[in-house]
């Protein structure tokens, strides 16, 4: 990684000491992953792309009902939750946890950008 990298990657780390954070990535709105911190088992790169479809839904529906913009998106799967954030103005932040945990809310609030 280059320097600009990890300098990203180190950003990253607050969200990743929240218990039951599992992943913590940067992602470009278009699918290309930028930064990541995650567990092994988690294909950074693969979420990524996936979240890439995600975040133009919901581009869309925010036009469809006349919102400038989608903030936050949230999904909660069987066992991870998905948490996705603006990050600056160019990338989104993806945390992934344990659903039985609240760090994902906290993490959001309480770390740094």
Known sequence: MSEPDDALVAKLAPYRANPGVKAA?????????????AETGINAEAVAAQVAG??????????????????????????LNVVLAPFGD?????????????????????APR
């Open 90 to 110: 160019e990338l989104m932040l993806a945390l992934i946890g344990d659903p039985t945990t609240i760090a994902l809310t906290y993490a959001l609030r309480d």
């Open 25 to 37: 990535l940067l992602i470009s709105h278009d699918g290309f992953l930028v930064a990541a911190d």
């Open 54 to 79: 995600i975040i133009d839904v919901g581009r869309r529906l925010a036009a469809e009902l006349g919102e400038p913009a989608t903030r936050y998106i949230s999904m909660e799967l069987e066992t």
